[in-house]
Structure formats: C-alpha cells, structure tokens
C-alpha cells in the first residue's frame, strides 16, 4: 500500500498470477501453509496477502472476495488468530504456530507474571484487568469502545488508548476475535463495524498458547525466521525482520 497524494493505492498481482488469492479460502490455504501472513505489503517482497490480490478487489463489499472482508471471516475461524502481530500492522497466525509466536514475544511470560516482575507498563496492565482473566488468561470478549471506556482510557482518563492496545497485540496477549455493529435500545445493529478482542487463551485455551514456552524464546526466534525464509526466498531479510517485529531474540522490550 502507497499513500501518494492524499490518496492510498493498494499493491497487487496481476489476474492472471498463479499465485493469486481469489477467495478467502484461498487465503486461509495460505496461511495455514505458511503459518503467519501479513495483510498488507509492507517491503518484504512477497509477504503479504495485499500482494497476491488484484488492487481492485478490495473494499467491494464482496464478503468473498475483498481482502478488507476477510479479516472478519477469519479472525473468527477456528484455526487463525488476526491482530496486529507484524511490525504493529494487522495480519494472520495459524493456531498451530501461535504458540511459538507466543513465546518469542512474551519471553515466557503470562501477563500476570510479567506485571509481578515489572516488566509491563500500567496502562498494559489496565487493559488486561477488563478482560478479568481467571488463572488460565481465559477471559472475556469485549469491543474496543467498551475497552477503553471500561479501562479508563476515555475522555479525561488515560491516553494512547490504541497505542497500549497495539503493544499487547504484538505481545500476543490479546487477539480481535470479531467485528461487530453496536446495536441500540431496540437491539438494532447500527454504525461501523467495530473490533471485539480476547485473549488467544479465551480462543485456544491455556494448554495450547503456551505450550511454546518450553521452548527458548531465541530458538522460537530462529524457527519462525526460518520458516519466512523458506516460504519467501526472494524477500530481503532485513526487510523481513522488521515485517515480523523481530528486533531482537526475545520479546524484553515494551511492545516488542
């Protein structure tokens, strides 16, 4: 994606381009394949769905076949998480690999322990208290206008309501799990569709999210790096650190 004029243009395949993503079925092939995807372009050459579509199948409304529609069909599947987890921009991991990005970015840490050891910031930490998640992080799941007021973030309250809610996605401890209308006093759906969040726990269950633990942080590093190169060859691997938020072998810095 370019912003060229006050005008974003999308990046994209041709029609023809065998490797081109028509539905979303054909993304969520993709991804489970792979493991994690991006949705935009974002300068590692091929790692992307914004790269294996036509730039004018999106925003058409079309539930099958515009990428911006996808994400909402898939952040509620079953085998995939979509949040920000790349570089602070949105995309998709496979249940499968979650653990492994889970423990890299966490450093081993459940929130709760990373809060006790002081290494989470406290409107991190305001955040994850309105999920009320119980010893297992399963917690609840809410919209993002109910977060930031529940958390204290609204008017007059604590600032970088969307930054702090960001960090924790790329932390992984939290994940957008549906897009939803509000709805009125009638229990009518109104305005635009807005992000519901919870932990991966919530989705997955504890067991399973942290199941990478066990594994070094440096060594998750390692593998997902790995698996990137396998799966992009031609992509420069500088470019492609910084797509995976990989600045370093382990998640010890704030929102890293």
């Not at 993304?27 to 949705?39: S, Y």
């Not at 579509?53 to 099958?64: G, Q």
């Not at 991991?93 to 406290?122: C, H, K, M, Q, T």
């Not at 990137?228 to 998640?251: I, S």
Request: aromatic fraction near 14%; glycine fraction near 10%.
């Amino acid at each position: 994606m370019e912003f060229i004029n006050g005008e974003f243009f999308m990046k994209g395949c041709g029609p023809d381009d065998p490797c081109r993503l028509k539905t979303a079925a054909d993304a969520k092939e993709l991804i489970l394949k792979v493991g994690f995807l991006p949705l935009f372009e974002n300068g590692a050459a091929g790692f992307s769905a914004e790269e294996r579509v036509t730039a004018s199948s999106w925003w058409t409304d079309d539930p099958e076949t515009d990428p911006w529609s996808w994400r909402v069909i898939l952040a509620g599947d079953p085998e995939i998480a979509y949040g920000k987890f790349f570089d602070k921009k949105a995309g998709f991991i496979s249940r499968e690999w979650f653990p492994v990005f889970a423990n890299y970015r966490r450093d081993g840490y459940d929130f709760d322990a990373l809060w006790e050891d002081g290494l989470a910031p406290y409107r991190q930490k305001k955040i994850m208290d309105v999920f009320l998640p119980d010893e297992q992080m399963a917690g609840i799941e809410l919209l993002s206008p109910d977060i930031k007021e529940t958390a204290g973030f609204g008017r007059g309250g604590e600032k970088n309501f969307e930054g702090v809610l960001t960090e924790l996605q790329m932390r992984c401890y939290l994940i957008m799990s549906d897009f939803r209308q509000r709805r009125n006093k009638k229990g009518e759906p109104y305005g635009w569709h807005i992000a519901a969040f919870e932990t991966p726990e919530t989705k997955w269950g504890y067991a399973h999210v942290a199941g990478g633990y066990r594994e070094d942080p440096e060594a998750s590093f390692e593998r997902i790096l790995s698996r990137a190169r396998a799966h992009f060859p031609e992509a420069d691997e500088a470019k492609l650190k910084k797509a995976l938020g990989m600045k370093r072998p382990a998640g010890r810095a704030s929102g890293a």
